[in-house]
């Protein structure tokens, strides 16, 4: 039996043998975080086991569908801390460093309950008991996959939408240069287990607010050039937010539009902050590696698509500074 299957087999032993799990992704979570929470949810709920899925930040708007009742998923409150204590078994989904669980990760720190951290990111410092990572796997919903598979676990009509979310939006919808043959089977497999694929593009791909459209509008307006068009920059300062009235995570997507630009090898999104932060999506083609740019301001992620936070810095010098580094990963 190889490492990774080992592995497999260790979190399996955990599911078995343990009665109270405590489910987490990172702040701000999307489609693939909070697919394979619910989906483990779900799996975990049908075995009688007590579980909860506790973030740091709020169920996004755009994924209010998976939990209508508001009912699954919540937002961390002191009132988690005593369930957090008590968790035998804490599972870390699709992130690779702990500071990226807010403040639950400030509190999983103090627990003595198993860590487990499952991811698809190429690096991974997460200080968890069993590490599961595999940067080849099209989404963190693979692995979860592969855990329900190896266990003999059936795969529901539910936990089927959720993985399905899960491959959908990390590949978006099966447009990215991670979309293998793969993808394509677990799409298929998942359809075939009762996933809804109208439902969930329309809810996902068809459903942006007007706010959300009028903050769009307002970033095209800034798209330019640099690099002789290789790479599109654009910027989103805290008063276009204010004044479209758009929410935070309405921006999510924006940063592809200037990667289809003809010739664009590199997008950048620029987000003003509070208190002198800016943060910076990246999304490349090919092999340009924006991981590695990302990672120069402290960032991280998958090689086509990554982000990070520039501290103490303006939004004009922080454009300035991230462009000059980027000129020099372009082939």
């Not at 200037?258 to 092999?287: D, I, Y």
Request: hydrophobic residues 40%; negative net charge.
């Amino acid at each position: 039996m190889d490492e990774h299957s080992q592995r497999i087999e260790q979190i399996l032993n955990e599911i078995r043998s343990k009665t109270r799990f405590l489910l987490t992704s990172h702040i701000n979570p999307d489609g693939d975080g909070l697919g394979s929470e619910l989906a483990l949810y779900e799996l975990l709920e049908l075995h009688q086991k007590e579980v909860r899925i506790i973030n740091a930040s709020p169920l996004p708007m755009l994924y209010r569908f998976m939990d209508p009742a508001d009912r699954i998923f919540k937002q961390y409150t002191p009132e988690c801390d005593a369930f957090i204590e008590l968790a035998e078994v804490i599972i870390v989904l699709d992130i690779s460093e702990i500071h990226r669980l807010g403040a639950v990760g400030k509190r999983i720190e103090k627990t003595k309950a198993v860590r487990i951290c499952i991811d698809h990111h190429s690096s991974n410092h997460f200080p968890a008991d069993i590490l599961l990572i595999d940067e080849k796997a099209v989404a963190t919903g693979e692995l979860i996959e592969e855990i329900i598979r190896k266990g003999g676990y059936e795969i529901t009509p539910r936990i089927a939408e959720a993985l399905y979310i899960a491959v959908m939006t990390d590949t978006g919808c099966f447009r990215f240069s991670n979309t293998n043959a793969k993808a394509h089977y677990l799409g298929a497999e998942f359809l075939e287990k009762g996933a809804d694929h109208f439902k969930m593009y329309n809810q996902l791909y068809e459903n942006n607010s007007w706010e959300k459209t009028y903050l769009f509008a307002s970033v095209l307006s800034t798209l330019r050039p640099a690099a002789e068009r290789k790479i599109a920059v654009m910027h989103i300062t805290l008063d276009m937010l204010e004044k479209s009235g758009a929410l935070y995570e309405d921006i999510e997507g924006f940063v592809e539009f200037a990667r289809n630009v003809r010739g664009v090898k590199m997008s950048l999104l620029f987000v003003e902050q509070p208190n002198n932060r800016v943060k910076v999506s990246f999304r490349s083609s090919g092999t340009i590696a924006v991981d590695e740019l990302a990672s120069e301001f402290g960032g991280g992620g998958h090689r086509n698509a990554s982000a990070a936070v520039v501290q103490n810095s303006s939004l004009e010098n922080a454009i300035t500074t991230v462009i000059t580094s980027a000129k020099k990963y372009l082939r």
